[in-house]
């Protein structure tokens, strides 16, 4: 079996990263950083904070395709957050909350463009997510690793996994 990465932005990482977690067939997740400048080497969590670095907040995960398809996680990643808000979730505001997935292969961005198209006419507003080539992953420091198996908490999640 030859595991797979998806990355995906959509809003506080905390959350979700809980959320892929409790999916069947993600081997691991690991919170971090990307799609920023890259005049920001290994960006802080508080470099990110201010807007300037460009940075996303974002889970990347590992998986077994085998077990479960990356359209999956893709119906996932739009049920569980709004898609059609620009720089925010629900009370989080900035650019690093930004909608995104960041695509690893040319198979992951056509199944991206083509849920993103589906999943539109789901809704009345227009979505805002990107959809871009993954970059270089700054792995969040170690203190938001799995934040929610730490501290029981996280930031609003909207479980569904259906």
């Known amino acids: 079996m030859k595991a797979e990465k998806a990355t995906f932005g959509m809003g506080c990482f905390w959350g979700s990263e809980y959320i892929f977690n409790q999916v069947s067939g993600v081997i691991s997740t690991k919170v971090g950083y990307m799609g920023g400048s890259?005049?920001?080497?290994?960006?802080?969590?508080?470099?990110?904070?201010?807007?300037?670095?460009?940075?996303?907040?974002?889970?990347?995960?590992?998986?077994?395709?085998?077990?479960?398809?990356y359209k999956r996680l893709l119906k996932i990643f739009w049920k569980n957050h709004d898609s059609t808000t620009m720089n925010r979730q629900g009370p989080d505001i900035g650019s690093q909350y930004k909608s995104a997935i960041f695509y690893h292969s040319n198979k992951q961005k056509k199944e991206a463009e083509s849920s993103k198209k589906e999943f539109q006419k789901k809704l009345d507003k227009k979505i805002v997510t990107e959809i871009v080539k993954a970059k270089k992953f700054y792995p969040a420091e170690d203190y938001h690793q799995k934040y929610f198996e730490k501290h029981g908490q996280t930031c609003h999640v909207n479980l569904d996994l259906s």
Not at 42 to 61: L, W
């Open 38 to 69: 890259e005049k920001y080497k290994n960006p802080s969590y508080e470099q990110v904070c201010t807007d300037k670095t460009g940075h996303i907040e974002v889970v990347q995960i590992e998986f077994n395709p085998k077990k479960v398809s």
